[in-house]
């Protein structure tokens, strides 16, 4: 029986290409959000991030494993729908503030859509809000969870071989800018309003739907 000579097969995630942008962007949410959670550790409320964090990091994990399994553009376009929907929904759930199994259930689905695609920041935004949190509040909060949920993205991306030393280079330069804005933001937060704050987080969210259209276009 021949014998075929050749090189040996890559790790299960790598085994088709793999988009470089979607580890940069692992490693760069990584030190953005260790930024965060630096300048509003004060600020951070543990209970709803723990409830968050527990089911959503296995959860990212299994995302980053079946990233290559699912059409990019399927993705970007359910994400467009659903940060459009968030904007009503949002509201309507804060009417009747969520509590930490809703965030516990929460972050079981957002943990695995942040395996899947580049950012989920946005996903994470009406369920905080809607938990009650604002201001230095929300953000450290949402960035502490975050972290974890990335961290597990990260380490998955680790374990297959998909970090190579252009890509960590790659992440720690838009990284570094992230935790710079971190900062900068901080002094505008605490400027701004309820009611502001509120606004900016729809716009947050609409801004990202249009975004995702273009990608799922493209």
Avoid at 59 to 66: E, Q, S
Avoid at 185 to 197: G, K, N, Q, T
């Amino acid at each position: 029986m021949p014998m075929t000579i050749g090189p040996p097969p890559a790790p299960p995630l790598v085994r088709r290409p793999l988009r470089v942008a979607v580890p940069v962007m692992a490693v760069a949410a990584v030190m953005g959000n260790v930024g965060r959670v630096v300048a509003w550790w004060r600020r951070i409320e543990w209970a709803p991030v723990l409830a968050y964090a527990l089911p959503g990091v296995p959860a990212a994990a299994l995302g980053a494993h079946t990233l290559l399994a699912v059409p990019p553009r399927l993705v970007d376009g359910c994400l467009a729908v659903f940060f459009l929907a968030m904007v009503p929904l949002r509201r309507f759930a804060a009417l009747g503030r969520l509590r930490l199994r809703h965030l516990a259930a929460a972050g079981a689905v957002v943990g695995f859509l942040t395996g899947l695609v580049l950012s989920t920041g946005p996903l994470s935004v009406p369920v905080f809000s809607a938990y009650g949190l604002s201001g230095g509040a929300f953000l450290g909060s949402e960035a502490a969870s975050a972290l974890l949920l990335f961290a597990s993205k990260l380490a998955t991306f680790v374990s297959a071989g998909a970090l190579g030393t252009d890509v960590l280079l790659r992440g720690a330069v838009i990284g570094a800018a992230l935790i710079a804005g971190s900062f900068v933001a901080r002094r505008i937060v605490r400027d701004v309003s309820p009611r502001r704050f509120e606004v900016l987080v729809d716009a947050v969210l609409v801004v990202a739907a249009v975004s995702m259209c273009i990608s799922a276009a493209r």
